[in-house]
């Protein structure tokens, strides 16, 4: 969420409950199956080597790197935090046919819906909240009071996160790691931008960057891309060590001339809107004001409701509503 948060707000995905005990049973069962597979892959590694002569395996121990996936401007996508994707098996497809889905991590968990976009050619953008304590989310109760900070404006049951504590950044970690098993292509990690905010936790735009420094290295050493959310003050430190920008309210803003800079640097603005009528019918004139925007060309713009629930429309006029569990 940016600037003033009552009008505008990713955190709508703070608005569902998260999934439930089943969900950390099921992913302490993937978890325990990764992790003796991957011992089992190591040692078997290591055994081979250990057993073979000196010459170079051809495969190495470690499953292979892939570099970081670096989206191009004007990538299509959806947004959609506030509900679980659901996929056919039998007829596999999704609607919209954009490139790139952005979803809320926590509730994807007990799904396998990330590989299955993969299988459909689609790359998965897994957001959480870095900067603000969601009382709901399963990790939630590792939280300490002494690390947060106000409520967030507008939303209620949210708090700024100190994000110099060890503590937050430990928690942190280990939701990228969580990421990176779920198969995510890149984190989309949402309240960057506490400085701008009455946050009760004096933060700076030192600290900011600092922060998304932390969690970008964290994502790159997972093979994960990550976007810069909102917070444009950070844009000249950390544009080179982001894929992406995720935007929300430019164009009703009047400040896209900020976020351009990530598409002069090649790099897509995932750019969203919220114009009356989202949801419904967007007036052309409304839709106008959130498609040509002064500075925003090559964004990839989707008007939504501040939900983001599976609604969304294009600038082309092309509406459509993904396939999500009731
Ligand atoms: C941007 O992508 C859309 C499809 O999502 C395509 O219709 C349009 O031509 C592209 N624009 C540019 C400048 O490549
Ligand atoms: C899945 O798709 C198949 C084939 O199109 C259809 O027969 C079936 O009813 C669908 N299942 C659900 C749960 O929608
Ligand atoms: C995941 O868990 C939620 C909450 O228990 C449940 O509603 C949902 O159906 C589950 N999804 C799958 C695919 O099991
Ligand atoms: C935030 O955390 C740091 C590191 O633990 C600590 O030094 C600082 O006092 C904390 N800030 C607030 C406002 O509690």
Same mark, same amino acid.
Request: proline letters at 4%; glycine letters at 8%; charged letters at 20%.
């Given at each position: ?13 703070? #608005? ?41 395996? %051809? ?11 670096? %989206? ?10 506030? *509900?679980?994707?659901? @996929? ?24 396998? @819906? ?20 969601? +009382? ?8 300490? !009071? ?19 504590? %060890? ?8 939701? @990228? ?35 998304? /420094? ?5 994502? #790159? ?7 810069? #959310? ?12 982001? *894929? ?18 990530? @598409? =002069?640097?090649? /790099? ?6 919220? +114009? ?11 839709? /106008?004001?959130?498609?040509?925007? /002064? ?9 939504? =409701?501040?939900?983001? !629930? ?15 569990? !009731?």
């Amino acid at each position: 969420m940016a600037v003033s948060s009552g009008d505008e707000g990713t955190a709508g995905g703070a #608005k569902i409950v998260d999934v439930s005990r089943r969900t950390a049973l099921t992913l302490v069962g993937i978890l325990v199956t990764l992790t003796i597979g991957v011992a089992l892959g190591l040692g078997l590694g290591f055994g081979l080597n250990h057993n073979g002569s000196d010459s170079q395996s %051809p495969n190495p121990p470690h499953p292979t790197a892939s570099a970081t996936w670096q %989206p191009a401007v004007n990538t299509s996508w959806q947004i959609i935090l506030s *509900q679980e994707l659901s @996929i056919n098996h039998t007829n596999p497809s999704i609607t919209p046919d954009v490139e790139v889905f952005d979803i809320d991590m926590f509730v994807h968990l007990n799904t396998t @819906i990330i590989h299955d976009l993969h299988k459909l050619d689609k790359k998965v953008i897994c957001y959480f909240s870095a900067g603000s304590y969601e +009382p709901f989310r399963r990790d939630s109760d590792k939280f300490q !009071d002494s690390d947060m900070g106000n409520v967030l404006d507008g939303w209620e049951d949210e708090k700024w996160l100190n994000i110099t504590s %060890p503590h937050v950044r430990g928690i942190m970690s280990d939701r @990228i790691d969580l990421a990176a098993l779920l198969g995510c292509d890149a984190i989309d990690p949402d309240n960057m931008d506490g400085y701008l905010n009455d946050n009760g936790l004096d933060i700076t735009t030192d600290e900011a960057v600092d922060y998304l /420094k932390f969690l970008a290295d964290k994502a #790159k050493a997972k093979n994960m891309a990550i976007g810069l #959310k909102n917070a444009p003050d950070l844009i000249p430190d950390v544009l080179d060590i982001v *894929q992406f920008s995720v935007n929300e309210q430019c164009a009703a803003q009047d400040n896209c001339a900020s976020f351009s800079a990530f @598409i =002069e640097a090649g /790099k897509p603005v995932f750019h969203i809107e919220y +114009p009356s009528g989202a949801g419904r019918n967007i007036a052309a004139s409304a839709s /106008k004001r959130s498609c040509t925007a /002064k500075d925003m060309a090559g964004f990839s713009t989707v008007m939504k =409701e501040l939900k983001l !629930d599976a609604w969304v429309e294009y600038c082309d006029g092309t509406r459509a509503y993904t396939n999500v569990v !009731d």
